[in-house]
């Protein structure tokens, strides 16, 4: 594979980009450095309980998680008169099952009734979307690697339908949702990268450092589908341009 390669070349510090490549570099090896980036909930991603924000092993990076509440909030603040919400995830990645309960909790409070809608692979996400799209006011969709990679299958199906998708992050609301509160992953890298430079220059020591998050999160929203189901959004949101 290709983190035994890195093994193999005794490289200074591997980067692993997202959960998936964060647990083949922690299941590769135990001493060489191990920055992730683009990683949700990393108590989740490695198996930890009672996660306290630091690893303490030569695993260390940045997380991508907003605030589930507020991204509960911006369900309420855009579709206050929504009853049903669907969770739409894919049951083989921890870091969206941990979203999604999160959220769901958080959406309850508010008066939403939520129902999940996990799908296994990318060869079952039409299905149990359409579901989703039959059965949900609103569709949540959390930074979830599958659906990022086929937001064309779900914009196919829940534009159509006219039923709503807020995301878990900017690059998949900019495939298929209408909002979302999002950090900014050019940030999110260059953190990571002056965490990498801490520890290359021995600055820092990776098992002392505490994973780092966004500072500040902005709520986004895509014009082209908010305008093709005639959603008003609040000045408050910055449009999406990319």
């Given amino acids: 594979t290709?983190?035994?390669?890195?093994?193999?070349?005794?490289?200074?510090?591997?980067?692993?980009?997202?959960?998936?490549?964060?647990?083949?570099?922690?299941?590769?090896?135990?001493?060489i450095p191990v920055l992730g980036t683009s990683v949700t909930e990393y108590g989740v991603a490695l198996g930890i309980d009672d996660f306290d924000g630091l690893v303490g092993t030569n695993i260390s990076g940045t997380s991508d998680l907003a605030p589930l509440d507020e991204q509960a909030g911006i369900i309420k603040e855009l579709f206050p008169d929504a009853k049903t919400v669907g969770l739409l995830y894919c049951s083989a990645e921890p870091n969206s099952q941990y979203q999604v309960d999160t959220v769901k909790a958080s959406l309850e409070e508010l008066g939403y009734t939520c129902e999940y809608y996990a799908f296994s692979d990318s060869n079952d996400l039409a299905t149990v979307c359409q579901s989703a799209a039959d059965a949900s006011d609103v569709i949540y969709v959390p930074t979830d690697n599958t659906v990022a990679n086929n937001t064309e299958i779900v914009n196919n199906i829940c534009q159509p339908a006219g039923v709503p998708v807020v995301a878990g992050e900017e690059g998949i609301m900019s495939g298929c949702g209408v909002a979302t509160l999002s950090i900014s992953y050019y940030d999110l890298g260059v953190a990571t990268g002056k965490m990498a430079a801490k520890i290359l220059t021995g600055e820092s020591k990776v098992e002392e450092m505490p994973i780092e998050y966004a500072p500040e999160f902005t709520k986004e929203y895509n014009p082209t589908i908010a305008e093709a189901l005639g959603i008003t959004i609040p000045d408050d949101y910055v449009a999406y341009e990319g």
């Fill in 2 to 31: 290709i983190i035994n390669g890195f093994v193999s070349d005794n490289v200074d510090l591997i980067l692993a980009n997202a959960t998936p490549a964060l647990q083949a570099a922690q299941a590769g090896t135990n001493t």
